[in-house]
C-alpha cells in the first residue's frame, strides 16, 4: 500500500500528545500565512498586495491567471500606470491603465480625477462605473502594479470554478500535515 | 524515509526554487540594459477647437508621430506600451494629464515607427480654459516584462500653444 498504508498506520498510532503537537503545527502554518500576508500588506502599502487578473481587457499585456503586485505608495497617480480599482457595490476589482489625470490644485493628492481604460477594450471605462460616474478619485484605487508572474495565478482560478478539486487539495495537505513525522 | 512522496515532494520543490530565481534573475537583468530611445512629435493640424455644451472645451489636433524605441526592448520583454500624453495646467486643475494617442509595440521590428494621426481619445479639457493654452507633448512607455518587475519612463517632447479663439 506504500504511501496511503503508512498514513493509515501513522493516523492509528496517534495518541493525545502528538495530537496536540499535530494541530499546532498546523496552527502555526496557518498563522504564519496569515503574518506573511498582513506584512506584504503593511510593506505594499496595498490592502491587497497581489491580485489575479480574471478578464481579458489587459491582453496582450495581462492573460488570464496571471499574477500582478501591487503598491500604493504616496506617490501621486500619473496616466500610463496600471491601477487596481474598486467601483462602489461591485465586488470583483478591475485592473486596467489611466489614460488621463485632472489634480486640482489643493495640497492634498487626494483630490484628483482619474480616467481608466483597458488595452484591450475599444472603450473607456466610464460604462464600467457606477451610474454617473465619471471619474475615479483616489480612494477607489487599491493599488498600482510593480511586477508581474505569468500562469501562476491559474491555480486560483481552477479552484474558484470547481470547488471539489479546492476540498480536495486541502484535504490532502491537511492529511499530510497530521501524518507527517519530522 | 525514501518513500515516493518525499522524493516527489523534494523533486517538485527544487524544480520551482529553480524557477522562481530563473525568473528573479531574468527580471534583474533588465537593468543591465541601457536605453537610447528618441522619439518626435508635431502638431500638424488643429482640426476643430470648441466649447461643448457642457462648458468644456474640446480639441481635435492631427499628430505626426515618429520614435526609435528599439532599445527598450531586451530577452525578458514580452511588448512595449507607449502612448502620447498632453501635459498641461489651468488655474482650476494643477496638472492635466490627457492621453492622445497609444499603441502597443509586440517586437523589437515594429519599435521604429512614424504615423500620423489625428488624437485616439478626446482631449476635452475640465472647464474651458484652453484657449491660448501651452501644454507639453511627452512620450511615455511602460515596458511589460515576460516576467518580474515593470519598467517605464517619458521623454518630453515638443510643446504647443493653441489657438487664441474657437474655430
Keep these: 500500500m506504500g504511501f496511503i498504508g503508512d498514513s493509515i498506520d501513522s493516523l492509528k498510532s496517534i495518541n493525545v500528545r502528538q495530537a496536540f503537537e499535530q494541530a499546532i503545527t498546523l496552527g502555526m502554518i496557518v498563522s504564519s500565512a496569515l503574518i506573511i500576508w498582513k506584512l506584504l500588506m503593511c510593506v505594499t502599502g496595498s490592502e491587497s498586495p497581489v491580485v489575479v487578473v480574471l478578464s481579458e481587457s489587459m491582453e496582450p499585456a495581462f492573460q488570464r491567471g496571471d499574477i500582478l503586485f501591487l503598491r500604493m505608495g504616496e506617490d501621486p497617480i500619473r496616466a500610463g500606470e496600471i491601477v487596481v480599482f474598486n467601483i462602489d457595490r461591485r465586488e470583483i476589482p478591475i485592473v486596467h491603465r489611466v489614460i488621463k489625470v485632472h489634480e486640482r490644485n489643493d495640497t492634498n493628492a487626494i483630490d484628483v480625477d482619474i480616467l481608466t481604460k483597458g488595452d484591450n477594450n475599444d472603450q473607456d471605462d466610464r460604462v464600467l462605473y457606477a451610474p454617473g460616474q465619471q471619474w475615479l478619485n483616489r480612494q477607489h484605487i487599491m493599488g498600482r502594479a510593480v511586477g508581474f508572474l505569468p500562469y501562476v495565478g491559474y491555480v486560483t482560478i481552477i479552484m474558484t470554478e470547481n470547488p471539489i478539486i479546492k476540498y480536495v487539495l486541502i484535504g490532502a495537505l491537511g492529511l499530510l500535515a497530521i501524518t507527517s513525522k519530522d | 524515509m525514501h ?8 523533486l ?42 457642457n462648458g468644456d472645451d474640446e480639441v481635435g489636433i492631427t499628430l505626426d508621430i515618429s520614435a526609435d524605441l528599439q532599445s527598450l526592448f531586451t530577452w525578458n520583454t514580452k511588448q512595449v506600451f507607449v502612448f502620447l500624453a498632453a501635459e498641461y495646467s489651468t488655474p482650476k486643475n494643477s496638472l492635466n494629464q490627457v492621453s492622445l494617442w497609444d499603441g502597443i509595440i509586440p517586437a523589437k521590428e515594429d519599435a521604429k515607427f512614424s504615423i500620423k494621426t489625428k488624437n485616439k481619445y478626446r482631449f476635452i479639457d475640465q472647464g474651458s480654459n484652453l484657449r491660448g493654452r501651452d501644454f507639453n507633448l511627452s512620450l511615455h512607455w511602460h515596458v511589460m516584462p515576460k516576467t518580474g518587475k515593470m519598467f517605464a519612463d517619458k521623454l518630453v517632447l515638443s510643446g504647443y500653444r493653441l489657438p487664441e479663439s474657437y474655430r
Design chain 2, 3 to 10: 518513500s515516493f512522496g518525499y522524493r516527489a515532494n523534494a
Design chain 2, 12 to 53: 517538485l520543490t527544487f524544480s520551482l526554487t529553480i524557477l522562481a530565481l530563473m525568473c528573479a534573475m531574468a527580471s534583474v537583468s533588465d537593468n543591465l540594459n541601457s536605453q537610447s530611445p528618441t522619439a518626435t512629435v508635431q502638431v500638424l493640424n488643429v482640426n476643430r477647437f470648441q466649447k461643448k455644451s
